[in-house]
């Protein structure tokens, strides 16, 4: 619930919508809570990224190449130019759609093979992420336990690397060693297959642009955070809508592709996995509002709260907080809103993660039988306001 209006959304961040679309924190960065700002903030120059692990990312040496994540300006742009055939609606379906539908009826056949007892719906929706994500960027080399080895690397509660104490010490030396495993057994063989035989995908592309091994690892746990930790979290919570929700999931059910990419694109407007984006001016910024415009200074950091912003009424209409799939898309990039942001660092992989989720979803909510049989608990990663969801099993009659 918030500001007294009726809210469908499971995930309570713990806040209530301030009143101020733009305003400071203690520490002087610049918060936004208004969609238009936002928007502007993303779309516009003047600004380059913040928070997602730069700071990490900015410790390594100079001569490595930042993944495209964390790059901005001509660069930024001409990677994007170059990769952007990869994640094309029509490569989708020419491509990817295939391996969705196989992968995905592999996932639902577990929960029939466990009938009557229950499987982590997590387990199932990582599986499927990192399929086709793997197939995207290339990584179809890698020895037995990839999964494993990113849950390794993205544990449920992360600690500070550092060397003036024996917990950061302790986190140094596992996030190390987490990097390792994954370059060894997953990203090197990757290399290898591809210098030998090269594919169309993002690991060639790379080769060709003379990545070395290290720059090629960065970039593939960019997109192995981006493609398939956030969307298992979507599709846990998109599952906790339907099963909770006989009527959104009678209409899920009964509608076309169209119609049922619409309801999940509805829900990602509404529960977006990444709530927050930082973002540090390189120049001074005038944030229009309706109170009128902010001076932002160069240096200054803006803060985007991407839950707020997809739910300000003055964009999304009436009963910003409900799930309505037939929400007039006026407010763009889409359905979906800032969920995937917007301007030069929007999500390339946006349609690859709605459509993968639908298939695996439509494939499970039509099993004869099929129920929620435990509610998931809820964590959180404070720094991008995103959200965990474990303990969701689901069972078939």
């Not at 690859?352 to 964590?379: K, Y």
Request: net charge neutral; hydrophobic share 40%.
């Amino acid at each position: 619930m918030s500001d007294g209006q009726e809210s469908a959304r499971k995930v309570d961040r713990g806040r209530e919508r301030p009143g101020c679309p733009v305003s400071r924190a203690a520490d002087g960065t610049w918060q936004v809570h208004d969609y238009e700002a936002a928007r502007e903030v993303l779309r516009g120059p003047g600004t380059v990224q913040a928070g997602l692990g730069i700071e990490t990312v900015e410790k390594l040496p100079p001569r490595v190449r930042r993944p495209v994540l964390y790059r901005d300006g001509p660069e930024h742009r001409e990677h994007r130019r170059q990769t952007a055939r990869f994640f094309t609606p029509r490569r989708v379906d020419e491509h990817y759609r295939e391996l969705m539908v196989r992968i995905a009826d592999e996932q639902v056949a577990k929960v029939r093979a466990a009938a009557p007892g229950a499987v982590p719906l997590s387990d199932l929706a990582f599986e499927l992420a990192i399929g086709v994500v793997s197939e995207v960027i290339g990584l179809r080399y890698g020895r037995p336990g990839v999964r494993r080895r990113l849950e390794r690397f993205f544990p449920a509660e992360f600690g500070e690397p550092g060397l003036t104490s024996a917990r950061g010490l302790y986190w140094l030396v596992r996030q190390n060693v987490n990097w390792l495993r994954v370059h060894l057994a997953d990203v090197r063989p990757a290399i290898r297959a591809h210098r030998r035989h090269p594919h169309d995908d993002l690991i060639s592309h790379l080769l060709d642009e003379g990545c070395s091994d290290a720059e090629i690892l960065g970039e593939c746990l960019t997109f192995a955070a981006a493609g398939m930790v956030t969307t298992r979290e979507f599709i846990c919570l998109a599952a906790w809508h339907l099963f909770t929700d006989d009527a959104l999931l009678a209409r899920y059910r009964a509608a076309d592709e169209a119609g049922r990419l619409a309801v999940l694109e509805e829900l990602l407007r509404l529960e977006p996995v990444v709530a927050r984006l930082r973002r540090r001016a390189t120049t001074a910024l005038e944030l229009r509002t309706p109170r009128g415009p902010a001076a932002v200074r160069a240096g200054e950091y803006v803060e985007l709260f991407l839950d707020d912003a997809n739910t300000d009424p003055g964009a999304v209409g009436a009963d910003p907080l409900l799930v309505r799939p037939d929400r007039e898309p006026v407010f763009g990039p889409g359905r979906s809103g800032l969920t995937f942001g917007d301007g030069p660092h929007r999500c390339p992989g946006a349609h690859i993660a709605v459509l993968e989720s639908d298939i695996f979803l439509s494939r499970l909510t039509a099993l004869d039988g099929v129920r929620m049989a435990a509610p998931p608990r809820v964590a959180f990663r404070d720094a991008i306001g995103g959200y965990e969801i474990r303990g969701l099993t689901v069972a078939v009659r």
